[in-house]
T-cell receptor
């Protein structure tokens, strides 16, 4: 059972456009929702993250929108650039019993291509 | 920023041999590190949680006798793939939880393991 569903699998956006990637989760115990960017052969890099107590968070060109009742969250990349071409993963985790979050459950990823 | 390194970045070994992968947090002490596995063009799957000074916690379906994890210090966790077989060929990525956040995880660059 996939706990975090991500769509689309691939996305092509023109330079300067808005890239939108969506995720839906099933486990209502999740309380941390990060987005990661990964280039081929590299480890994921944390882009932006949100907790369920806010509906939106913006950092530079990246915005997370969060809908707790629908159990959905999305990443918006404004003014998309060719350098943004990468694979993007949404993820979720739960605060563990030891005072820190458990390991991440990842979506399947979105391969984003920004056309110049 | 939080920096996590891995060594080696890639390794080729023969079937039946063992391989050790190191994960270090360079600028912070990490009581908790995580090990993930990523097959080509797929998502990251959590293998185990590594806590300093205690036994690792393995995810369901991960053989603890095959994937030995040691977290002997606050900056180093190791993953040893014992009696490796071609099906163990994968991209192994570690992450370290930032103690200042309780949620944020920073990933290493990954280790590409190829078993011939």
């Amino acid at each position: 059972q996939q706990q975090v569903k991500q769509s689309p699998q691939s996305l092509i956006v023109q330079k300067g456009g808005i890239s939108i990637i969506n995720c839906a989760y099933e486990n209502t115990a999740f309380d941390y929702f990060p987005w990661y960017q990964q280039f081929p052969g590299k480890g994921p890099a944390l882009l932006i993250a949100i907790r369920p107590d806010v509906s939106e968070k913006k950092e530079g060109r990246f915005t997370i929108s969060f809908n707790k009742s629908a159990k959905q969250f999305s990443l918006h990349i404004m003014d998309s650039q060719p350098g943004d071409s990468a694979t993007y993963f949404c993820a979720a985790s739960i605060m563990g019993s030891g005072g820190g979050a458990d390991g991440l459950t990842f979506g399947k990823g979105t391969h984003l291509i920004i056309q110049p | 920023g939080a920096v996590v390194s891995q060594h080696p970045s890639w390794v080729i070994c023969k079937s039946g041999t063992s391989v050790k992968i190191e994960c270090r947090s360079l600028d912070f002490q990490a009581t908790t590190m995580f090990w993930y596995r990523q097959f080509p063009k797929q998502s990251l799957m959590l293998m185990a949680t590594s806590n300093e000074g205690s036994k690792a916690t393995y995810e369901q379906g991960v053989e603890k006798d095959k994937f030995l994890i040691n977290h002997a210090s606050l900056t180093l966790s190791t993953l040893t793939v014992t009696s490796a077989h071609p099906e163990d060929s994968s991209f192994y990525i570690c992450s370290a939880r930032d103690p200042r956040s309780a949620y944020e995880q920073y990933f290493g660059p990954g280790t590409r393991l190829t078993v011939t």
